[in-house]
Nanobody, 127 residues
Framework: QVQLVQSGGGLAHSGGSLTLSCVVS????????IAWFRQAPGKEREGISC????????YHPDSVKGRFAISRDKSKNTVYLQMNNLKPEDTAIYYC????????????????????WGQGTQVTVSS
């Protein structure tokens, strides 16, 4: 069984930065990626970042590309999400999750969540 424990987040001003951490433990045989998702009130869940556990390749959608960056420290079994130039529309609950790569109709790869999730952490960006 895989467990994910999140830390970080909180309150930031517009243009500010925050870092989220996700410590992953348990069997790594069931997944090949770790992803970050977010969900704002009244909105659908959105995949915002993904990193391969095989080769560290990453994916970021256009909504956060250039502002958010995912990375991982294998020695600490930790995945990070560095969020820069935050905007009020980034306000949401953020979750890390085990994930698998999928190919979109547009021919690009993205991450789809699997069964294990972190507990979620609130990120609030004030204008």
């Amino acid at each position: 069984q895989v467990q994910l424990v999140q830390s970080g987040g909180g309150l930031a001003h517009s243009g500010g930065s925050l870092t989220l951490s996700c410590v992953v433990s348990g069997s790594a045989s069931d997944y090949h990626a770790i992803a970050w998702f977010r969900q704002a009130p009244g909105k659908e869940r959105e995949g915002i970042s993904c990193i391969s556990t095989d080769d560290d390749s990453t994916y970021h959608p256009d909504s956060v590309k250039g502002r958010f960056a995912i990375s991982r420290d294998k020695s600490k079994n930790t995945v990070y999400l560095q969020m820069n130039n935050l905007k009020p529309e980034d306000t949401a609950i953020y979750y890390c999750a085990t994930a698998e790569w999928r190919l979109s109709n547009a021919g690009t790869y993205y991450c789809h969540p699997k069964r294990s999730w972190g507990q979620g952490t609130q990120v609030t960006v004030s204008s």
